[in-house]
């Protein structure tokens, strides 16, 4: 059925004719799709672990130089988030134990990993070293850049802003990227309705809203809502459509800009980051928070609708491979809800609940 529908919603969209509305109003799936999003990102524990097995020979290091995370990643030459995206997915595996800042080995990896080991299966990983997804792999670890980021003809997915080249900025790239992200929308948005009632709210900021789904869902719930969809101008056009087969438009604002360049609008009392700081590394996740912040009023709500590490970074291991494959496509990664909290509290706001949602995600409930 959904791939009935994304066909559908690609070819209404490419001859601007309406599609069928049978998918609204929203309604909540019987079955959490989390399994299939665990195997289709499967295959970045394999380049994770072949990387370090074989690239970066990061077990033998830890194990015969007993060196810190810092001094290793220096060592490595690799920057603070790919480390952090490497080592998380590795600690995750049960290959890896940190303590302070100190990185050792698990039993498991002592036995297999060491090339030396008696049980060693590091030739065996090796089989796959120069496969084609664990070199690209490493070259996103070793440059810390989203794939296609140095091609203007094709940009980077699902990310931009001023001085990137983008595939959000082009017609086609755009439309399709939005609709991929569209299938997980419409399980998720709905029970994310459901579960946060936004009663007394007036004005809802979408920032970075994509296909716009999770604002119809709330509408659909929240009779006395608006909603003002912030993205770019390729990719509100998959918004507008959904919202005018919703039947929404009187109640929908698309604003086409850029949220780290241009004004947070006025009047906005509910801000929704649903599935964007992880897009984004730290410096820019905290000054697009600061910026959304001053803009609330007293006893305004920011929702940050997401994946989340452990506070430790060490799991769980579907996040952890979720966050490789954000690293390999952006310029963020996954984070934890200690993160978040330390960045919003920061900020002037304070955390006011958590609730889980589906595949995988949550929201965080701040007010200011």
């Not at 890896?96 to 002592?110: P, Q």
């Not at 796959?128 to 690209?136: F, I, K, T, Y």
């Not at 949220?259 to 697009?288: K, Y």
């Amino acid at each position: 059925m959904i791939e009935y529908l994304f066909d559908e919603m690609i070819s209404a969209l490419k001859k601007g004719a309406k599609m069928a509305a049978s998918i609204f109003p929203m309604v909540s799936p019987k079955i959490d799709p989390a399994p299939l999003f665990e195997l289709f990102r499967g295959n970045y524990a394999t380049e994770l672990l072949t990387a370090a097995v074989v690239h970066f020979n990061l077990f033998e290091e830890i194990a015969l130089n007993q060196v810190g995370s810092e001094s290793l990643r220096a060592k490595l030459g690799l920057e603070r988030r790919a480390w952090v995206v490497l080592i998380t997915g590795l600690k995750a595996s049960g290959l890896l134990l940190e303590n302070d800042g100190n990185l050792t080995l698990s039993e498991i990896a002592k036995s297999t990993l060491l090339k030396d080991s008696r049980h060693s299966i590091a030739s065996y990983i090796g089989l796959s070293g120069q496969s084609s997804g664990v070199l690209e792999m490493v070259n996103r670890l070793r440059v810390s850049k989203p794939v296609h980021a140095d091609k203007p003809d094709v940009g980077a997915a699902f990310i931009f802003r001023e001085g990137l080249d983008s595939a959000m900025d082009k017609t086609e790239s755009a439309m399709n990227l939005t609709l991929s992200l569209s299938g997980r929308a419409m399980n998720v948005a709905p029970v994310l309705a459901e579960k946060l009632p936004l009663t007394g709210y007036k004005i809802l900021l979408d920032v970075g809203a994509g296909s716009g789904l999770y604002s119809i869902a709330l509408l659909e719930k929240n009779k006395d809502l608006r909603a003002i969809l912030w993205d770019g101008a390729e990719v509100l056009k998959v918004a507008d459509n959904f919202v005018n087969q919703a039947g929404l438009a009187s109640r929908v604002t698309s604003l086409p800009g850029d949220m780290f360049a241009d004004a947070v609008p006025a009047g906005v009392d509910v801000v929704l980051l649903s599935n964007i700081l992880h897009d984004w590394d730290e410096p820019e996740c905290i000054r697009l928070i600061t910026k959304l912040v001053k803009a609330l009023p007293k006893g305004g709500l920011l929702l940050v609708h997401d994946v989340f590490l452990n506070d430790e970074l060490d799991g769980p291991l579907e996040i952890a491979l979720y966050s490789a494959a954000l690293f390999s496509l952006t310029e963020g990664r996954a984070y934890s809800k200690k993160e978040y909290q330390a960045w919003l509290n920061k900020a002037g706001m304070t955390l006011v609940k958590v609730i889980p949602t589906l595949a995988h995600c949550g929201v965080m409930v701040f007010s200011k």
